[in-house]
């Protein structure tokens, strides 16, 4: 099992997990030859802080603000962390709405906090796409499907909470 596969199946909740495309990776540069490289990109998954480090490195921003300004625009963000489906898309076909980069974190099991919590560990993914746009979608392990925003969807599939 990879360590992206541990992530993605809750089992690193004291690691973030980083993707970058090759394409933004070769435009601006930097970051450390230590992940894995998937079909499209480039997947590191490292201990928070390291992470948030190769995160400023490689995007030149703070990955806990990147988080906060992503976090009020909902949209897919691939269960695998390696794309995502941009919500401005829609209104801008003429556009490039590749994912440039996400930023992602997992949450144990947490029955008092209710909602998607109280159903499983909650991996949090927020995705910046090339027109400048930033987006979020969070999911349950094990109810990938079940949750979260669905391809070609808006809205979480649990409703708000
Ligand atoms: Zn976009």
Redesign the pocket.
């Given at each position: 099992m990879s360590k992206l596969d541990e992530f993605l199946a809750g089992e690193r909740h004291d690691d973030v997990a980083l993707f970058l495309t090759e394409a933004y990776l070769d435009s601006q540069g930097k970051l450390p030859k230590m992940g894995e490289t998937v079909e499209s990109g480039y997947v590191l998954v490292v201990p928070g802080d390291d992470g948030r480090r190769a995160f400023a490195s490689g995007t030149g921003m703070d990955a806990m603000e990147f988080a906060r300004g992503a976090m009020n625009e909902r949209g897919h963000v691939s269960r695998t962390l390696d794309g995502g489906e941009?919500p401005?898309?829609d209104a801008d076909d003429a556009?490039d709405?590749e994912v440039e980069f996400i930023f992602a974190f997992s949450e144990a099991q947490n029955e008092e906090v209710g909602g998607l919590y109280e159903r499983g560990e909650v991996v949090h993914a927020y995705a910046h796409?090339?027109?400048?746009?930033s987006y979020s979608d969070k999911w349950v392990v094990g109810e990938e499907t079940e949750t979260g925003v669905q391809p070609g969807g808006s809205e979480p599939v649990e409703g708000s909470e």
């Open positions: 941009c401005e898309a556009g709405h796409c090339a027109c400048g746009a």
